[in-house]
């Protein structure tokens, strides 16, 4: 992978994360940084495939919802 896609790639997942936490509680709600930060790692590790699909991402989120970090894991409605 070379660096443009790298690049790309990270940018992706910020966005994701951002709106990944958007799920939370009120979808009208913005996502912190601190909630962006908690979510980011997992759907690198959990859901990269999906990349830049939000609606597969928050999916993937909530079925490897056991599988999410303890901080992201609080970020999702229980």
Same mark, same amino acid.
């Given at each position: 992978?070379?660096? !443009?896609? $790298?690049?790309?790639?990270?940018?992706?997942?910020? %966005?994701?994360?951002?709106?990944?936490? !958007? %799920?939370?509680?009120?979808?009208?709600?913005?996502? $912190?940084?601190?909630?962006?930060?908690?979510? $980011?790692?997992?759907?690198?590790?959990?859901?990269?495939?999906?990349?830049?699909?939000?609606?597969?991402? $928050?999916?993937?989120?909530?079925?490897?919802?056991?599988?999410? !970090?303890?901080?992201?894991?609080? %970020?999702?409605?229980?």
């Amino acid at each position: 992978m070379n660096f !443009s896609n $790298t690049l790309r790639l990270g940018i992706s997942a910020l %966005v994701l994360a951002a709106s990944l936490i !958007s %799920v939370s509680a009120n979808a009208a709600e913005i996502a $912190t940084a601190e909630q962006r930060a908690a979510c $980011t790692p997992d759907a690198f590790r959990l859901c990269s495939s999906h990349i830049p699909n939000i609606p597969a991402i $928050t999916a993937c989120m909530k079925k490897n919802f056991e599988n999410l !970090s303890p901080a992201c894991k609080a %970020v999702f409605p229980k």
